[in-house]
């Protein structure tokens, strides 16, 4: 290596070294929260030890019943605009709901409470209003976040979870018996992806990959198949290797058709694929697209971004014709994010985005109407993650950590989630999907 | 044999999750894996027989937690909501957000030998014994892995920059 070399190589060390010291630290909470949850996991007998521990447990005990009996934070029963963010991680009793926007027919489905398989750690179902915990609870998977898919009617969800034992599978959620979840499949070796619904609501499509696939390690395989619920009957529909995965758009099973995309591990689509009656039909992909099915999964929605000046594009085609897309034009110049399908409509709900400063919204756009702005966004207060439809499509929901709104589509009016007290120090649930309960 | 935990806890905590969290690009997961760390580090109290080789133990477990998430995410990962795309913003700290994405397009066990080796003072050999790996391979894998971080990393600025 010349001199000059050795130099270059080193600027270039120094300059990876100062890139991987650039992002800002992660949180960290005081000891005593991880020794209790330590402290839950084990019993006390393993931790408990040494006396040092054990004043620690005490006193993390003491601090988390203060907070437990800390009054309802006081707050107006309607919230102009969000005021949604990052709250910092502990959920007091919040704020005053507004009773002419929250349905207690409908159960909110809260992602993320804690990691780990203790009861009461995996996502849970709380009819809205409400902070009681008793409704329900999925079966649990390490990190406790919500990967399903609600039915069209609303009155089901399929989604997946994995026993402490490391094996996936997929289960269902009743909103008539929200207190049972039933395991569908089990999937030994495998992991799930993504659930499609049919839309007579008796049979659901997956996704799969080997188990031994990690990041940068290429799948041996990815799969798509149904599941009949009334049968457990599986049919595998394709199969594709050498390191692609498949990712379901749609699956409509009256006309055996279902679409997908196919990635490269961990890259954007490239090959948008159609496995249907007259066989299997592939069109290549140009740029990044997000893709979205409808309820009766006989169209597809797809937002396309390039990039300054271009930015998003809103396309829809039929869902086994992506050649016959077209451009619905929305103005240059939006960023878009898709909030999804409106449950019983042909609208759709998007977050909507004019520029680097400009101000974001959530809108609810229909092919007839044109765009109807239902929720703007403090600038830099956009959700952590994606809104969702109430089951009914009458409500959209803005979550966030500890707090979250609900917007009523059609008069704009606002309500706080209310979330309970935290049962544990560090809980962090997070509202990601709406369901359709039996009355109380 | 008796550990101060909270001793340990204060003296890894903060550099444990910020490593976790650059490796699954999520300050808030990181937290959590940081967490899930120290809990199971807790739980296995009994066998632990050497407190010195304790910092590289948690990053041992960190890592394999942190493959875990993203070998998860990946595959849910069509299109994740971000509400906004990335866009240079006030008060925006665009170089961070950058890192944090090459380190997620890359392969994760490139990511974490880098994190390990050039942001947490890790020697190669430390690498190669806390990753269960020869230290030839972990060579290799820093190479590819400073290679791969920056070509994306350059590709990132010029399509921001365009």
Known sequence: MSDDELRRDLAEEDELRRLLHRTEPAPVPPFAAVARRADRRTGFGTFAATAGAALVVIAAIVLWRLASQAPAVASPSALPESTVGLAGQNAQPSATPNPAVLKSGFGVIYSGVRQGWDQGSAPQIRREGETDRGTGELAGSFFNNFHGMVSPSGRRAAYTGQTQDGQWGLYLLDGARPAEQRRLLALPNEIPGEVAWAADETAIAFNVQDHGATQGVAPKYSAIRTLDLASGMVNELARVTGGNLYHIVAWNKASGTLAATIAPNGEPATTYVVIGPAGTKTTPLDGAWGMYGSPDARTAIGVRCDGAPTYCSLWTWPLDDFGSRADQHLESGLWLGVVGWRPGSNEIGLVVGSGPKGQEQIEVWSPTAGRHIVYRFVDGKTPPSRPFFRADGSAIFVPGYGEAVVVDIATTATSPLPFPAPAALYERPLPAGSIRLDQP | ?162
């Open chain 2, 1 to 162: 044999m008796t550990v101060d935990w909270e001793r340990l806890y204060g003296e890894h905590a903060g550099e444990l999750a910020g490593y976790a969290a650059k490796l699954v690009g999520d300050r808030e997961v990181g937290s959590d894996l940081m967490q899930e760390t120290f809990v199971r580090a807790i739980r296995a109290s009994g066998s632990i027989h050497d407190v010195s080789a304790m910092r590289a133990w948690l990053f041992r477990t960190a890592t394999n937690l942190a493959y875990s998430h993203r070998r998860r995410s990946a595959i849910l990962a069509f299109v994740p909501f971000t509400g906004r795309e990335p866009l240079p913003r006030g008060g925006f700290d665009i170089e961070a957000d950058q890192v944090r994405s090459v380190l997620r397009a890359i392969p994760a066990e490139q990511a974490a030998a880098l994190l390990l080796f050039y942001d947490n003072g890790f020697a190669r050999a430390e690498v190669a014994t806390l990753l269960g790996l020869s230290e030839e391979t972990v060579k290799s894998r820093l190479a590819r892995g400073r290679r791969n971080f920056i070509a994306a990393y350059h590709r990132l600025e010029r399509g921001l920059s365009r």
